[in-house]
């Protein structure tokens, strides 16, 4: 418990020195862009349109049903709602540009919340491929101006926190 603590305080630690560099990494992600990568992570920027992203959803929650994971499925569902409906309530409130789109509505990222929320529940041997899927995902959310960084790091931290007291509450 108490490494959770400190796991999250450092989080919001870091939230912090990214809100002030923000724009110094974004620029810095910039200059590594090429026509080659803009290919390779514009593969990934698929599963996060729709309905793609709707199916990836769909094929976590028949993942934890099948392998009778009821309990998680029920918490997971909790999480992934309440985390939605923050992250809608944040982008309202603040209403933070984005880089490069036009809009508002960027901070923070709700495909990288719910991808975060999802990946909380993804357990077994694959955990690996699930890190570097994930991060993939949202890194591509970054490189092609969409998201600041802090916009993913907040995102995170959203779904850590609601993740973690909906996975403490007692089942039914």
């Known amino acids: 418990m108490k490494k959770k603590i400190i796991f999250h305080?450092?989080?919001?630690?870091?939230?912090?020195?990214?809100?002030?560099?923000?724009?110094?990494?974004?620029?810095?992600?910039?200059?590594?862009?090429?026509?080659?990568?803009?290919?390779?992570?514009?593969?990934?920027?698929?599963?996060?349109?729709?309905?793609?992203?709707?199916?990836?959803?769909?094929?976590?929650?028949?993942?934890?049903?099948f392998k009778k994971r009821k309990r998680d499925f029920l918490k997971f569902l909790i999480s992934f709602f309440i985390t939605a409906a923050l992250?809608?309530?944040?982008?309202?409130?603040?209403?933070?540009?984005?880089?490069?789109?036009?809009?508002?509505g960027s901070f923070p990222s709700g495909h990288a919340a719910l991808l975060f929320v999802t990946f909380h529940f993804m357990g077994g041997r694959k955990k690996i491929f699930w890190y570097f899927f994930v991060f993939i995902l949202v890194f591509t959310r970054v490189y092609f101006g969409f998201h600041f960084y802090s916009d993913?790091?907040?995102?995170?931290?959203i779904s850590e926190l609601v993740s973690f007291f909906v996975k403490k509450c007692k089942s039914p």
């Not at 992600?29 to 990934?44: G, H, M, N, W, Y």
């Not at 982008?91 to 809009?103: C, M, N, Q, T």
């Open 152 to 157: 993913i790091i907040a995102s995170f931290l």
């Open 87 to 104: 992250v809608l309530l944040l982008k309202k409130v603040i209403a933070r540009p984005r880089p490069f789109s036009a809009g508002k």
């Open 9 to 65: 305080i450092f989080l919001v630690t870091i939230l912090f020195i990214v809100l002030v560099l923000d724009n110094f990494l974004f620029s810095l992600t910039q200059t590594i862009r090429s026509e080659a990568l803009d290919k390779f992570f514009s593969v990934f920027l698929l599963f996060q349109q729709e309905p793609y992203f709707e199916i990836w959803i769909v094929f976590f929650v028949f993942l934890l049903l």
